[in-house]
C-alpha cells in the first residue's frame, strides 16, 4: 500500500546523506551538516559530543520519536533530593498545568498509572494508547516477577481525532479568534491510521511534528511571517544594551539580512542558540551576549543510551498477524527503583526508562541478517524456513538515563574553525561521570534479565563494563542545557522564564535552560516551558515591561 | 536511533578519524575487516559515483543504476546470481533471489558512495572472483556452471564462519556479508514480504493487538 523499503535506494538503510535511512523526515541534517563543521577538544571518543543538526522548517520535530513523557516532581528538584547537579527554580507544580495544555494540543496518546514521579495527566487530557504487541504483552507478564512495570508509553499520536468543539475554547479561553483558528487546525488532522513509520513525516497529521500541527494555524491567525533558510549571525543590540532583532545569512545566496523585532526568542536548538549568544560580541558584551556569568555553553547534557538484543523462542512461528501499530513502541518502562536508588544501593544517582523493540515489522536490510549462530550458517530452503521461523522473534531493549550537568561538559567557540558563510563554529568538551557509566552497566544487567525471564538468550554478550556501553554524547540526540536557568543572575543564563538576566528582551526557549535531563525525552518539556513563557512575555509587554 | 555514518568533524588527526568510522561501520555490520589480497585498484569506485544527497526526491521509486554507476561485469553477475540463488532457491512460499532483482541491488549496494560500502565492495569482488576460482580448481568449471551438488560442495565449506576452516576463513567471511546482502535484498520485494509472511503496511481504522490464537500460543490468556 505504502512505499515499501524496496523501493528506495539501498533498501532504505542508514548513509551519510540521510544518517536515519531514506525516507528518514529530515533532509540536511544529521550529525555532519556540508560546510557547517564543529569541532572537539578531544580526540578520545570517551571525550567527544556529536552534534546531530535539522537545518529545515520544523527543526527536530521532523525527527523525533515522538515519546512524550513528563519531568516528575525529583526531577526539578535533583540537588535537594540527592545533591548533586541543580535543583530547577520552578516545580512540578508550575509546569503541571502546562503539561496538561501541551498534551491537548499536540494529541499524546498513554495511560495514567499512578506511579512514583511518573505524574499522571489531568483527567481527559490523555487519548486512549493502543493495544499492546504479542510481545510487548509477554515482557510484561515476565518483567512483572522482576518487580518492572510494563506501561503503555506516551507517544505524540492521535489514536482518535482530537475533539476540536471543547479543546479550543480549554486551550485559549477567551481568545475566539485563536479557538476559530485552532479548531480548524484540528479538523484538519486524521486518528493514526496504524501504518508506516512516524519518522518519515505524517501526512495525515495524525501525529505531532511543528511543520504539520504548529505552524498551520499559526501561519492562518496571520500573526507569522516564516523566513526560511535564514541563519542567524548574531543578535543585534542598541546602545542601551537592548536587543533591536538580529542579523542572518541566507543560505542560499549567501547575501545578509536583518530582522528588526521588539523582542527576540532563541529556539535554535540548545548549542545552537549558545552558538549565536557567543557570537553576538560587542564593547558591552564582550564575552558575548547574555553572558555575564560566564555561564553561556556550560552543562551541556546528552541522554544516557545503551541497548541489548535478545532472541526469545517463544516468539518463533507466531500465527502471522499485523504488527505495525502506531511506528514506535506501544509500552515502556518507567524507573522503578526511586527508593533503592535514593537509600544509596545502585552505585549510581540517577534513572533511566527502558523502550522495547518488538514484533515482526517492515523487512529491511536487518532481516535474516547475522543468524549464523542459531542456523549454523545455513542456506539454501533451510534458510528460508529459518528466517521466517526467528523473524519476530528477536526484542530489543534500550535504556535512557539521566546524565548530571558536569563542569567538564560544555560548549565554546572555536578560536580558529568557521563555517562556510565566516561564522564562528562550536568546539565541544565531554565527559561522562560514573553516576553514567554505571547507569549504563545496569541497564545492561537489567536487560539480559528480562530476556532471560522471556525464556530468552542475550544476542552476543551483555556489556559489563558501563564505559563500553555508554553510547556517545550526543547519539541519543537529547541535548539540553548550555543556557541554564536559575534563581540568580551570577550562577544562571536566563531566569524561570528563558528570560536571560541580562538582555531582559531575549528569551531561550529550547532545551538551553535545562538544568537537568531526566530520564524523560526533553521535547515535551520544552514545549511546556516554552507556553509557559510565552505567557509571562505577553503579560509583559502588556504591563510594558518588554 | 541508528548508527550515524561519520564522526563530527574535528581537529582530531587521521588515524582517530579513521578509527571512529571503523567503529561506526563495524557495529553497523557492514565491515568485517577481510581482504583477501587483491590486486591494487581493483573496486576503485568511478569518479563520477555520488550519492543522493541530503534532500533527495522521496516519492520516486528507485531501481540500481537510477542513481549511480554499477560495477559488476557480465561475468560477475552471472557468478553473484548463481550464489543468490544457492542462498535464496526458490520454493512454495517464493521465488529464488535471483528472480526479484537482488543480484542488481547487490550490486547497487556495493557501487554505493558511501562510507562502509567500499568495504563491502572489496570484500564481494574479491569473494566472488574466490568462488569462480575454487569452483575451476575443484571441478574445472565456473560456479555457475556447477551443478547443485558441486556447489554446495564448496558453499558448505565456507558457510559458518566459526567451523570453517583455517584455508576457508576469509572465503566464509565473503559468505556470511552475501547471504546478509542476499537476504535484506530478497524481504524487501514484494515476493520475498509474502515469502517472509509480513501482513502490514496497510490502512487501518483501529489497532486491534495481537488475535487470540497468538495469545494462546504465548500463555498470556
Known amino acids: 500500500m505504502f512505499q515499501t523499503t524496496g523501493q528506495a535506494p539501498l533498501r532504505a538503510s542508514p548513509t551519510e546523506d540521510k544518517p536515519f535511512g531514506f525516507y528518514d523526515a529530515t533532509v540536511d541534517g544529521g550529525w555532519q551538516v556540508p560546510g557547517e563543521p564543529y569541532s572537539s577538544a578531544s580526540s578520545a571518543p570517551e571525550r567527544t559530543f556529536w552534534w546531530w543538526r535539522a537545518r529545515m522548517l520544523g527543526g527536530r520535530t521532523n525527527h523525533w520519536g515522538r515519546i512524550s513523557l513528563r519531568n516528575g516532581p525529583y526531577d526539578f528538584k535533583p540537588r535537594s533530593r540527592d545533591g548533586l547537579g541543580f535543583d530547577w527554580p520552578i516545580s512540578y507544580e508550575d509546569v503541571a498545568p502546562y503539561y496538561d495544555k501541551v498534551e491537548m494540543l499536540i494529541g499524546v496518546y498513554g495511560s495514567n498509572e499512578g506511579l512514583e514521579n511518573t505524574p499522571d495527566s489531568s483527567p481527559g487530557v490523555l ?36 475533539d476540536a468543539g471543547t479543546i479550543p475554547a480549554k486551550l485559549h479561553p477567551n481568545n475566539p479568534k485563536a479557538q476559530r483558528v485552532l479548531a480548524e487546525a484540528m479538523r484538519q488532522r486524521a486518528a493514526c491510521f496504524w501504518a508506516t513509520d512516524c519518522g518519515r513525516g505524517c501526512s495525515i497529521k495524525a501525529n505531532y511534528q511543528s511543520t504539520t500541527v504548529h505552524l498551520p494555524p499559526a501561519l492562518a491567525s496571520g500573526n507569522l511571517d516564516v523566513l526560511p533558510d535564514a541563519m542567524v549571525r548574531e543578535i543585534n543590540v542598541d546602545a ?29 536548538s540548545s548549542a545552537e542558540s549558545v552558538r549565536i549568544l557567543l557570537n553576538s560580541k560587542s564593547a558591552r558584551f564582550p564575552q558575548g551576549l547574555a553572558n555575564r556569568s560566564g555561564k553561556v555553553g556550560k552543562y551541556i547534557m546528552d541522554t544516557v543510551g545503551a541497548r541489548l538484543g535478545g532472541h526469545i523462542p517463544l516468539l518463533e512461528n507466531l500465527p502471522l498477524h499485523n504488527e505495525d501499530g502506531a511506528g514506535g513502541a506501544h509500552v515502556y518502562v518507567p524507573w522503578w527503583l526511586y527508593q533503592e536508588q535514593h537509600a544509596g544501593k545502585l552505585g549510581f544517582a540517577r534513572g533511566y526508562h527502558i523502550e522495547f523493540g518488538t514484533g515482526r515489522r517492515m523487512p529491511g536490510m536487518g532481516t535474516g541478517a547475522g543468524l549464523d549462530d542459531l542456523t549454523g550458517g545455513s542456506y539454501g530452503r533451510k534458510f528460508k524456513e529459518d528466517v521466517r ?34 561564522i564562528p563554529v562550536l568546539r565541544f568538551h565531554w565527559k561522562w ?114 | ?68 554507476p554499477l560495477t559488476l561485469t557480465a561475468g560477475q553477475r552471472v557468478t553473484a546470481a548463481a550464489l543468490c540463488d ?43 572472483a574466490w568462488l569462480d576460482g575454487e569452483a575451476q580448481k575443484r571441478f574445472g568449471q565456473d560456479f555457475s556452471n556447477l551443478i547443485v551438488r558441486q556447489k554446495t560442495a564448496i558453499c558448505d565449506d565456507i558457510c559458518y564462519v566459526a567451523n570453517a576452516k583455517p584455508d576457508f576463513k576469509k572465503a566464509a567471511l565473503f559468505f556470511r556479508r552475501y547471504r546478509d546482502l542476499t537476504a535484506g535484498g530478497y524481504y524487501t520485494t514484494p515476493e520475498g514480504m509474502k515469502d517472509i509472511g509480513f501482513v502490514g503496511n496497510v490502512p487501518s481504522a483501529t489497532f486491534a493487538g495481537p488475535p487470540p490464537e497468538v495469545l494462546k500460543q504465548l500463555g498470556l490468556v
Request: some cysteine.
Open chain 1, 433 to 546: 561521570s560514573e553516576h553514567e557509566t554505571r547507569q549504563a552497566a545496569h541497564m545492561q544487567q537489567t536487560f539480559a534479565a528480562v530476556i532471560e525471564a522471556m525464556g530468552g538468550t542475550v544476542r552476543g554478550k551483555p556489556e559489563t563494563d558501563g564505559a563500553k556501553a555508554i553510547e556517545p554524547g550526543g547519539k541519543i540526540i537529547h541535548e539540553v542545557g548550555g543556557t541554564i536557568m536559575g534563581a540568580e543572575a551570577k550562577s544562571s543564563v536566563t531566569n524561570q522564564w528563558g528570560q536571560t538576566w541580562d538582555v531582559k528582551n531575549v528569551f531561550i526557549n529550547d532545551g538551553g535552560p535545562f538544568v537537568s535531563n531526566a530520564d524523560k525525552n526533553p521535547t515535551l518539556t520544552i514545549m511546556a516551558l516554552a507556553w509557559r513563557a510565552s505567557d509571562y512575555l505577553l503579560e509583559e509587554m502588556r504591563k510594558g515591561n518588554l
Open chain 1, 127 to 162: 487519548q486512549p494508547p493502543p493495544a499492546m504487541r504479542a510481545g510487548e504483552q509477554l515482557a510484561k507478564q515476565r518483567a512483572k516477577k522482576l518487580g518492572l512495570p510494563v506501561i503503555p508509553i506516551h507517544r505524540a499520536v492521535l489514536s482518535e481525532r482530537q
Open chain 2, 86 to 128: 544457492v542462498i535464496i532457491p526458490a520454493d512454495e512460499k517464493g521465488p529464488n533471489a535471483s528472480a526479484v532483482g537482488v543480484t542488481e541491488f547487490i550490486d547497487e549496494w556495493i557501487s554505493a558512495p558511501y562510507p562502509g560500502h567500499d568495504a563491502d565492495r572489496r570484500l564481494i569482488l574479491e569473494g566472488l
Open chain 1, 240 to 268: 542601551q544594551g537592548k536587543a533591536t532583532g538580529v542579523t542572518y545569512v541566507d543560505r542560499l545566496t549567501g547575501q545578509d539580512g536583518v530582522v528588526k523585532g521588539r523582542v527576540v526568542v532563541l529556539a535554535a
Open chain 2, 1 to 68: 536511533m541508528s548508527t550515524p555514518q561519520r564522526p563530527p568533524h574535528s581537529s582530531m588527526d587521521r588515524r582517530v578519524a579513521i578509527k571512529w568510522m571503523l567503529t561506526a561501520a563495524a557495529s553497523a555490520g557492514v565491515f568485517d575487516g577481510v581482504t583477501f589480497g587483491a590486486e591494487k585498484g581493483q573496486g576503485a569506485l568511478p569518479k563520477n559515483a555520488v550519492g543522493y544527497g541530503t534532500d533527495p526526491d522521496l516519492l520516486k521509486n528507485y531501481k540500481p543504476g537510477d542513481l549511480w
Open chain 1, 389 to 422: 521461523r526467528y523473524n519476530g522473534s528477536m526484542v530489543s531493549f534500550a535504556g535512557r538515563g539521566e546524565m548530571i550537568p558536569n563542569d567538564d561538559s560544555f560548549c565554546e567557540l572555536d578560536p580558529n574553525l568557521k563555517d562556510k558563510w565566516g
